[in-house]
């Protein structure tokens, strides 16, 4: 079985402010998600996800803002975890570069992150 397509994420600084335009464009997101550091909305079967820096730094320390870049990472669901390190290994035979080594992460699912030969982030993901 093959890494699939689910998932969209954009980091932001303020999700007040972040939600407030996402939904100008149609999205729908719960209420009283503005004071949360994740919110989710579904697109045509897709979940587009927001982040808070705060929350990214919850797992990643060393994150810093793009300079000159996009906030926009792609997520890809895997079926096991084993999958997920597998993935991993196979992009980066492929020219990938890694970000994060698989891990056991405490949201219940084993997560990866790759850099695409482009610098775009690739996360990989399976419940645990």
Same mark, same amino acid.
């Given at each position: 079985m093959n890494a699939r397509f689910e998932a969209i994420g954009v980091v932001v !600084? =303020?999700?007040a402010r972040a939600?407030?335009?996402y939904r100008l464009l149609g999205l729908e997101?719960?209420? @009283?998600a503005e004071s949360e550091g994740h919110a989710e !909305?579904?697109?045509? @079967? #897709?979940r587009?996800? #927001?982040d808070t820096e705060e929350t990214i730094r919850s797992f990643d320390p060393d994150w810093q803002p793009p300079s000159g870049g996009h906030r926009i990472g792609l997520a890809f669901r895997? *079926?096991?975890?084993? =999958?997920? *390190?597998e993935t991993y290994q196979r992009l980066l035979a492929g020219g990938g570069s890694s970000h994060k080594e698989p891990w056991d992460a405490v949201w219940g699912m084993r997560y990866a992150e790759v850099a695409d030969p482009d610098g775009n982030m690739v996360d990989l993901f399976a419940d645990l």
């Open positions: !600084a =303020e999700m939600l407030s335009f997101f719960p209420e @009283g !909305a579904s697109v045509a @079967g #897709i587009f996800m #927001i895997c *079926d096991s975890p084993a =999958e997920v *390190d």
